[in-house]
Nanobody, 121 residues
Framework: QVQLVESGGGLVQPGGSLRLSCVAS????????MGWYRQVPGKQRELVAT???????NYADSVKGRFAISRDNAKNMVYLQMNSLKPEDTAVYHC???????????????WGQGTQVTVSS
């Protein structure tokens, strides 16, 4: 069984910072891309940032210059450093990993349960 567990969410004032972490555990052979997505009630889940196994990052336009994604391949972890937070960043943030369990099976997407980030004064 593969599990993705996020941590680090919370309440922060506008302009503040938070750092999200996600660890993938269980029977994992290899992980390709990892990423963060966010969702607010009544809206579709949207991409925040992704990172390849070699460290290539991609960001949504709305977070470029404010957020930074990184990963630790040895620990199967991905991080999201969020700076200059705005009220519109309020959402549930979900971790995603594209991984192979046995090595010969195709890569599949796995999701965490999410962590709430609220930006409010």
């Amino acid at each position: 069984q593969v599990q993705l567990v996020e941590s680090g969410g919370g309440l922060v004032q506008p302009g503040g910072s938070l750092r999200l972490s996600c660890v993938a555990s269980g029977s994992i052979h290899s992980i390709n891309a990892m990423g963060w997505y966010r969702q607010v009630p009544g809206k579709q889940r949207e991409l925040v940032a992704t990172i390849t196994s070699s460290g290539g990052a991609n960001y949504a336009d709305s977070v470029k210059g404010r957020f930074a994604i990184s990963r630790d391949n040895a620990k199967n972890m991905v991080y999201l450093q969020m700076n200059s937070l705005k009220p519109e960043d309020t959402a549930v943030y979900h971790c995603n990993a594209e991984l192979s369990v046995r090595g010969w099976d195709p890569y599949q997407n796995y999701w965490g349960q999410g962590t709430q980030v609220t930006v409010s004064s």
